[in-house]
């Protein structure tokens, strides 16, 4: 069975480069000519399902890296990403200690209404115990159709007995925006995706941040969304009639304008990308760039510039099909080289630019911004204005290994466990005050230290700042919520984003 699937896979791969004597509508009938054979013919009964996914897979794998065959199950959880909604109770948790440990929950979410809290322990649903389970495993007694109940036993510091809290699954909106506060005068939004919520999450938080100088807007990471959603967080910024971005395809091109008549946002701005931010974050950099409407920093972004029309297919299946390129307002298109069937070498290709040493504009398209006449480039991603070179602050593997394997995360577990969090916030009521007065406890240090399996002495100077930063940040998370994790590290250790910021001073001046 395995080497027929083979052969089949084979034959469906070559399929577009068979013969020139049969049309494209014969070598479709040929293809069903084989299934058919295969299915009426061959000597034992088979399946075509299987035959069917793995050849479609291994055709899509012979096209650009960005088209692809998505399972039921792969379709269900996309649409549910890019709406940015899912059903569940509304919490974020880590195991520890063979436990769920509750980390944050959701605002207006069933969690949050039943008054589950930070550090709370969940060890049964429906009274089934989850000890020890997975975190996958325990996800499946979590999620559940809307409108559905489930019971949760918690157990909490502080309450002698265990407890139970009845609860109703809910569409949970999971929030675009991953921090908005203010240093001084300079606002921070980062966005996480593109989802279809993005804008009107955004221009909420841009107005709770209140009068603001200049704004920067964090993209690193964002892998993208819809593109209707970048068109409308991009208008944000723009005036009518602006050019956002243009798609060029077999069929007919098609230029998106804003088109409300609607007063953009007109502070300074700053736009911050890396090696991952790509799709829809590059549409609004290069929209933003092209227009001369903000100054774009970081890295140069991914260069995922190709259109995808989602297609379902009749089994609950779909494919992700590229019909078209972007093109920014200048016409640069964003879409780096990549070659056909090479989808893990065009992956690993961004971590190029991750140093300016390794980057060069030799040989790409040069463009003009429209207002100030600027030299731009295309051809690969959206290049910055302002390079902000990371390559000398080095953390040790070891240290980020354990900060990957959330480190952080059980350390303030354990230290919360044993000490008082109100005398804290009695002496720090806000997150500012918190990042600008405490000071790293020693009892929280030496247990990361005994648990990452280190010494202190065995670390560097950067690697004591960015851990005592993550304690901090986790720390800050517990107490005044998720806001507070990113202000901490962004305020006091994230050098890219502390370089945007500055920058983002120097445009109120100027």
């Known amino acids: 069975m395995k080497r027929l699937i083979i052969s089949i896979i084979c034959f469906v791969a070559l399929c577009s480069s068979a013969t020139a004597q049969l049309s494209d509508k014969q070598q479709i009938k040929k293809l069903n000519a ?26 899509f794998k012979e096209l650009d890296p960005h088209s692809k065959y998505l399972t039921k199950e792969e379709m269900e959880s996309s649409k549910k990403r890019l709406h940015g909604e899912f059903a569940g109770i509304g ?97 921070y939004i980062s966005v996480e995706s593109f989802s279809k919520r993005v804008a009107g999450e955004f221009l909420n938080a841009y107005k709770s941040l209140g009068d603001i100088k200049s704004l920067v807007v964090d993209l690193r990471d964002n892998g993208g969304g819809l593109i209707t959603s970048a068109i409308n967080l991009t208008s944000l910024f723009l005036n009518k009639g602006d050019v956002i971005v243009s798609t060029e395809g077999r069929g007919e091109s098609q230029i998106y304008i804003k088109k409300r008549d609607i007063k953009p946002i007109d502070i300074p701005l700053v736009v911050l990308i890396n090696e991952n931010s790509a799709s829809a974050s590059e549409i609004f950099a290069g929209a933003i760039q092209d227009h001369d ?35 920014t307002p200048a016409g640069r298109i964003i879409q780096r080289p990549y070659t056909a069937g090479e989808q893990g070498e ?57 900060i990957e394997d959330r480190a952080a995360e059980h350390s303030v577990i354990d230290y919360v466990d044993s000490n008082s969090l109100e005398d804290i916030i009695e002496r720090f009521p806000t997150m500012e005050s918190f990042a600008e007065g405490y000071i790293t406890n020693s009892k929280l240090l030496d247990i990361f230290y005994a648990l990452a399996g280190y010494k202190a002495d065995d670390i560097t100077e950067t690697d004591r700042a960015y851990i005592n930063t993550m304690l901090l940040s ?13 202000y901490i590290y962004v305020s006091q250790f994230d050098p890219m984003a502390r370089r945007a910021i500055s920058i983002a001073k120097q445009e109120i001046m100027e």
């Open 34 to 59: 084989v299934y058919e054979l295969i299915r009426d013919s061959y000597v034992d009964n088979v399946s075509l399902e299987p035959l069917v996914q793995e050849a479609i897979i291994a055709t």
């Open 91 to 187: 919490i974020s948790y880590i195991i520890h200690n063979d436990t769920l440990v509750v980390r944050s929950t959701m605002d207006n979410s069933p969690a949050q209404k039943a008054d589950i809290r930070p550090n709370d322990r969940i060890t049964a649903v429906n009274e089934q115990c989850i000890v020890g389970l997975s975190v996958d495993a325990i996800s499946e007694h979590l999620k559940g159709e809307v409108g559905s109940n489930l019971t949760l036993r918690v157990e909490r510091r502080g309450v002698d007995m265990p407890f139970c809290e009845e609860l109703k699954r809910e569409i949970i909106d999971e929030s675009a925006i991953g921090a908005a506060f203010r240093i001084g005068d300079v606002g």
């Open 293 to 327: 409407r903000g100054k774009i920093v970081g890295h140069t972004s991914f260069g995922k510039g190709l259109v995808q029309r989602v297609i379902d297919l009749n089994d609950g299946s779909g494919i992700y099909l590229t019909i078209a390129r972007y093109k």
């Open 346 to 402: 065009y992956i690993s290709d961004s971590l190029r630019f991750i140093h300016p040493d390794s980057i060069s504009n030799k040989g790409r398209t040069t463009f003009k911004t429209l207002k100030q006449g600027r030299e731009v480039y295309g051809d690969g991603g959206i290049t910055p204005d302002e390079y902000i070179d990371i390559s000398d602050i080095k953390i040790s593997d070891s240290v980020i290994k354990s």
């Open 474 to 486: 986790t720390l800050a998370e517990q107490l005044y919520g998720d806001n507070a994790r990113q």
